[in-house]
């Protein structure tokens, strides 16, 4: 069970999502509600949607819970540039987080396409993971 803690792209979002909160908590007090809960909710959702996909049965459904996955790495980092934008980080700080968020998405990337040629090379299209 929970095989997804075994995958090396869940746990790099695990850390940066830890490292997400870390760095926004120094946003103003008037952002918790704004950009701070979206940058977290957005980081958040890279590591649950990893997980949940995980346990979907089929190989199909855990890549459509990385590609939401994937489209919440981006929304993380559009929030990393309105952040930078406002001041609220540095410019180092901004291009680390972009750059891990560019990485974990890379890995998606690759784990969704490892499961279409896995799906394609299986008679019948669709085979069940160990989740």
Do not use: C, H
């Amino acid at each position: 069970m929970a095989k997804f803690r075994e995958l090396e792209v869940w746990k790099r979002a695990m850390k940066y999502t830890t490292r997400v909160y870390e760095v926004s908590a120094a946003f103003p007090k008037s952002e918790v509600f704004g950009l701070t809960g979206q940058l977290r909710r957005a980081a958040v959702s890279i590591a649950l949607n990893i997980a949940e996909g995980s346990g979907s049965g089929s190989d199909a459904e855990f890549s459509r819970f990385l590609q939401i996955a994937l489209r919440s790495s981006y929304e993380v980092v559009a929030a990393i540039d309105i952040a930078l934008n406002l001041g609220y980080l540095t410019r180092r700080i901004a291009d680390e987080l972009t750059k891990e968020a560019d990485e974990i998405a890379a890995m998606l990337g690759g784990l969704i396409r490892y499961l279409g040629k896995k799906r394609r090379q299986t008679p019948g299209g669709s085979r069940q993971t160990e989740g």
